[in-house]
């Protein structure tokens, strides 16, 4: 019964937000995770955005009530904005726009009633970041990305200005059975819009330890849109 309920819900979310909303906007992924909240059911549980393409997610109440109730908040609105789009019946659609890089939360509530409420974590980078469930090439000695984060670029000489910011990237060893292996390595690429390469960087540690967190500090070229760090699933 609960598995009807919920695909009915989904089929009136999707005539709702077609009908009512006449400009395009990004679709969420199929694999998106929902994210079911007391009362309330989101369309994923997390959200990744660049600056200039923002994203939505959309909002389903129980047959009969009203989502126009429907409030957001952001834990940090200096990382993101959500402003809603449209509401039909029991559904909501909201856009996330991207503010700085940094993680943050949303928190969408019904305002006659906030413990009906359910959340969702946004993460917003200055790049596209594709990086693999293993970083290397080795599927006996691998990594994996413990955090990044984006700095402002800071050397301002004339001749050093080709650069938008610095990406710190902490990576830790969680496989190491081959000891001819221990000077670990993967490649991470920058890339255009265009899909050109415009910098290749290399990920390393001289001595690998299982267990151990390694760190790495790029400059991320003006105009890289994307990071491709090399590895396997």
Known sequence: MKTKLKNLICSMLACAIIFTVTCSAPVLPASAKENIGNGLILSTDSITLTPGSPVTFT??????FDASRLACVVADPDIVTVAPVAYAANAASYQVNYENSGSTVAAIYHLDNPAVVAY??????PLIMEVP?????????YCTL????????DFTYA?????????NIQYQCVSYKDDDYSK????????DA???LLSKV????STLVKGRIYHSEFNVPVGAVRFVIEGFH
């Open 59 to 64: 909002a389903v109440l129980g047959e009969g």
């Open 120 to 125: 969702v974590a946004v993460n917003a980078s």
């Open 133 to 141: 469930a293993r970083l290397g090439t080795n599927h006996d000695n």
């Open 146 to 153: 413990v955090s990044y984060e984006f700095a402002p670029y």
């Open 159 to 167: 001749d050093f200005n080709d650069y938008q910011a610095t990406l």
């Open 184 to 191: 670990w390595g993967c490649y991470g690429c920058f890339y």
């Open 194 to 196: 265009d899909g050109n």
């Open 202 to 205: 290399h990920l390393y540690c």
